[in-house]
Structures are given as C-alpha cells and as structure tokens.
C-alpha cells in the first residue's frame, strides 16, 4: 500500500520517470541486494533521461523536419559525392553552431543537401539547441500570412531566437523586392547571435545574381556567407527515376 501511495504521489508532482522506476527497480531480483544509496540513484538517474528524452523529442518535433529520421550516422561518405567525413565529425560537434557561424550546402538535384542539413539540424537538436527547418518558398508564404494576420513581428522574432535556423531549397523560386527585404531582416537579426544552414542548387557564386544583384544581395550575402562552412555536393540524383517507383509499384501488386 505504500508503495502505490509513494507512486501516486511522485505521478501528481510529474515525478513520471521516477514513479514508473520504482516500481520497476523494486521488482527486479538483481536489485535486491542494493544499498538504498544505490537503489535512489538508479531511480534519479531514470527521472534525469526521461525528462532529457522528452526534451529532445520536444526539441525535435518543434524543428518541423521533413525527414525526421535524418542523422549523421547514415550519411553516405562515397568519394564520388564530395562529402569528406572528416568534415561532418568536426561538425556534428556544433562547434560551429555555438560560434554562430553559417553552412551553405550546394550541388545538384537529388544528391541529399536536404538530408544532410537536418541531420545536422537533428544533431543539434540532441544537442540541445533549438531548431527549425524551412523550405524557402514556404517561409516566403508563412511571411505573408504573418502579414496579413498582423503576426508579422512576432514571427520574425521566433526566427530570430531559434538557434538554428534551417533554409532549404534557395533559388527554387523567384524573390521579389518585398521577399529579399524580408529575407535581409531575417539573416540580420540572427547574424552573429545564430547559426544558419542554406541549401541551394545554385553555387554559392551565383548566389549574388539571384538576389537582384543590389545592395540589398550584398548585405545578405555578407552576414550570410562571409563566416560559413561550404559544402559542395556533387554526383547523380539519389531519389528513384519515374521508372524505378513504376517498378515498386509493380512488385508490390
């Protein structure tokens, strides 16, 4: 009776991971013979992960990714995509993301700078930071909506506080003069106070060009490039042809 009693009152005061260790240490033979010095460790230390793994998950769930199984560990290092693993391991350290530095990661169609900047964006996550991933044209709507629900300030301003902050698919569509000014508010107000990953199938050198060529190129590119990691990836498309999800489709009749 009292030990449903201590487990009822740890589960009102949120004590969920220790409550549900208690029950289980004190059941299993080979924790008989603990000290209750050893026995209420086990059992802190079980509260400590499950509120960890919650935030994490927490923190996971709040960065919106669009492959929420990404991670670093699946890469595919093969010489032919230009990806020096080497490069990766000192990233995944988020050396870079306290530093506030940026990542452009460029290449052609298909061969996984998706994939790589939210596996980096999930390492951080576990990290501890906070994260949002963002396909460009999407945030581009987001803004205006932003705009017309008068949220505006409010949504640059979670922008800004996120820590990192995940740019997807630049160059995918065209910027007009209100996007560029939308898009320089938004690198200005996390230079120097957070990170940056901008994929693109555009190289970076091009970059200059798609977004007018004006001053206002210039002062994006400035906050945004002058301290990132550049990453060129390289090779064929990873994503199935038209002819290879007809032959799935097939062999799954």
């Not at 009693?5 to 208690?22: I, R, Y």
């Not at 013979?33 to 935030?55: P, Y």
């Not at 930071?129 to 945030?139: A, D, G, N, T």
């Not at 206002?216 to 990691?229: E, K, P, S, T």
Request: proline share 2%.
């Amino acid at each position: 009776m009292l030990l449903e009693q201590t487990v009822e009152k740890l589960n009102q005061m949120k004590l969920f991971g220790m409550a549900e260790s208690l029950k289980d240490r004190l059941a299993r033979p080979d924790h008989q013979d603990l000290s209750a010095a050893d026995l209420f460790g086990f059992i802190v230390d079980d509260e400590w992960i499950n509120r960890h793994n919650k935030k994490t998950q927490s923190r996971i769930n709040a960065a919106r990714f669009k492959e929420r199984n990404a991670c670093l560990e699946n890469i595919d290092y093969h010489k032919s995509r230009g990806i020096k693993k080497n490069v990766i391991l000192e990233l995944g350290q988020n050396r870079w993301v306290d530093d506030h530095q940026n990542i452009a990661i460029t290449g052609p169609t298909g061969v996984g700078k998706s994939y790589l900047a939210q596996a980096l964006g999930h390492q951080a996550c576990m990290a501890g930071y906070s994260v949002l991933y963002v396909r460009l044209p999407k945030l581009q709507l987001g803004l205006v909506q932003a705009r017309a629900t008068g949220t505006y300030a409010k949504y640059l301003e979670r922008i800004a506080k996120t820590q990192l902050l995940i740019l997807d698919d630049l160059g995918i569509a065209a910027l007009d003069d209100g996007d560029k000014r939308d898009l320089l508010e938004i690198i200005e107000d996390r230079y120097s106070v957070g990170s940056t990953v901008i994929t693109s199938q555009l190289p970076v050198t091009s970059w200059h060009d798609y977004l007018g060529g004006t001053i206002v190129a210039d002062a994006i590119l400035d906050r945004l490039v002058r301290n990132a990691h550049r990453l060129e990836l390289k090779g064929e498309t990873c994503r199935p042809t038209i002819e290879q999800l007809n032959q799935i489709r097939g062999s799954d009749k």
